[in-house]
Nanobody, 130 residues
Framework: VQLVESGGGLVQVGGSLRLSCEAP????????IGWFRQVPGKEREGVSC????????YYADSVKGRFTISSANAKKTVYLQMDSLKPEDTAEYYC????????????????????????WGQGTQVTVSS
């Protein structure tokens, strides 16, 4: 399964960006899909995920109230609307998907290596300038 990301870029503090991740090759309907991010020298952080069957969402504490995840199931696409961006949001963002689980507080805390699919090597860079 290929995960295709888009939407990263450079934005000033307080600005907004929307990331998209499309999974055109999937054949299943119920899955968890979400986002990780990584700053060089730091561990990857689970940012948010959503369950496509019931729309349940979870967010890392660092982004709650500022980021919103949504999915367009027919398009097999997930979006991450990022508002009130801060310099500490600067990172490479990776899309993840798992057909064997749904989005829960435990799921978002899983290491990225535990996810079934991830956009390895194809993350999108978000840079927030102060």
């Amino acid at each position: 399964v290929q995960l295709v990301e888009s939407g990263g870029g450079l934005v000033q503090v307080g600005g907004s960006l929307r990331l998209s991740c499309e999974a055109p090759g999937i054949t299943f309907d119920d899955y968890a899909i979400g986002w990780f991010r990584q700053v060089p020298g730091k561990e990857r952080e689970g940012v948010s995920c959503i369950s496509t069957n019931d729309g349940n969402t979870y967010y890392a504490d660092s982004v709650k109230g500022r980021f919103t995840i949504s999915s367009a199931n027919a398009k097999k696409t997930v979006y991450l609307q990022m508002d009130s961006l801060k310099p500490e949001d600067t990172a490479e963002y990776y899309c993840v998907l798992d057909s064997s689980t749904l989005c829960t507080a435990t799921t978002i805390a899983m290491p990225i290596n535990s996810w079934e699919y991830a956009s390895w090597g194809q993350g999108t860079q978000v840079t927030v300038s102060s």
